[in-house]
């Protein structure tokens, strides 16, 4: 079983930044997609940013290119995801995710991140 947990969540005002980092532990995929998505109240999970198995292949959600960078990091096992430019919208709760190659995904339990002044 893998084990996700979430760090780095907090209150920033906007345009500030924030860096989250999940650390994963247990069985460790070698081959993966991993990153974060996000879930305000009253609305559906959706993607923020993932990593295709590399660092240089990610995908974003269209409202954050150019301000999130999601970043894994074998070393330390660890992915992380780098926000600035911070705006109220992008209130939610951030889960890390990781899915295998081939089979099961795993969740973290959330880290909440607010916006606001």
């Known amino acids: 079983q893998v084990q996700l947990v979430e760090s780095g969540g907090g209150l920033v005002q906007p345009g500030g930044s924030l860096r989250l980092s999940c650390a994963i532990s247990?069985?460790?995929?070698?081959?993966?997609?991993m990153g974060w998505f996000r879930q305000a109240p009253g609305m559906q999970r959706e993607l923020v940013g993932l990593?295709?198995?590399?660092?240089?292949?990610?995908r974003y959600h269209d409202s954050v290119k150019g301000r999130f960078t999601v970043f894994r990091d074998e070393a330390k096992n660890t992915v992380d995801l780098q926000m600035n430019a911070l705006k109220p919208e992008d209130t939610a709760k951030y889960y890390c995710?990781?899915?295998?190659?081939?089979?099961?995904?795993?969740w973290g339990e959330g880290t909440q991140v607010t916006v606001s002044s």
């Open positions: 247990g069985d460790i995929p070698d081959r993966y997609t």
């Open positions: 995710y990781v899915q295998r190659l081939v089979g099961a995904s795993y």
């Open positions: 990593v295709l198995g590399s660092n240089t292949n990610t």
